[in-house]
């Protein structure tokens, strides 16, 4: 009983040990290869104004990314997201359908991609702005998307980075004409992600 005790005792004092760890932030110490989106801790979520009150907020329900990393030329870093439009959801599957639909273009152009062109680091390191092009509707228009480095850690859940990044588009920019008092034209963006390193 006492070795099982002391086995309990030194795996709960080593999970202690590496939760209690902070990530580091210092881009320079996460290891150079490609590293994958880690689905079940990523979130994109949408924004819109609805009737100039409430911000009305949706999620994607279905969406992919990666990047490929080199601590030596961290500017050079390649950020590729896929997005299935249809999979948005508000919590009322008639509205999901709808938004999908009229909003979305999701019948015709059922996959949103964003390709990263240029990174720009703050002086902090950690801090910065990731532009790119989004193609959504079929209509392909450059974003920019400030980003927050929240770290790498190589822990016990393996080794792994996060981001949060926010941003804002204009819907007539990719081709919505069905504009109104009722759904604003412009539409911020909350991502919050964690990678895995393959």
């Known amino acids: 009983m006492n070795r099982l005790m002391s086995a309990v005792a030194l795996m709960a004092a ?17 290891p150079a290869g490609t590293y994958a989106l880690e ?3 990523a979130s994109v979520l949408a924004k819109v104004r609805h009737l100039g009150l409430s911000a009305y907020t949706m999620r994607f329900n279905s969406f992919d990314a990666s990047y490929v990393w080199d601590p030596k030329a961290p500017e050079a870093v390649k950020v590729t997201v896929t997005i299935d439009v249809n999979s948005v959801d508000t919590g009322d599957a008639k509205v999901d359908a709808k938004f999908a639909d009229q909003f979305l273009d999701g019948k015709t152009n059922p996959v949103a991609t964003f390709v990263s062109t240029a990174i720009k680091r703050n002086e902090d390191g950690f801090t910065g702005s990731m532009a790119g092009d989004l193609t959504l509707r079929g209509v392909t228009r450059p974003v920019t998307l400030d980003v927050i480095f929240r770290g790498y850690e190589a822990g016990m859940l393996g080794a792994r980075s996060g981001f949060s990044a926010t941003g804002a588009i204009k819907r007539s920019d990719f ?14 963006l909350v991502i919050e992600v964690e990678f895995l390193k393959k």
């Open 39 to 41: 689905k079940t801790h």
């Open 14 to 30: 080593l999970y202690a040990g590496s939760a209690a760890a902070a990530p580091s932030q210092d881009p320079a110490r996460m």
């Open 175 to 188: 081709g919505s004409t069905n504009l109104s008092n009722f759904v604003a034209d412009e539409i911020d």
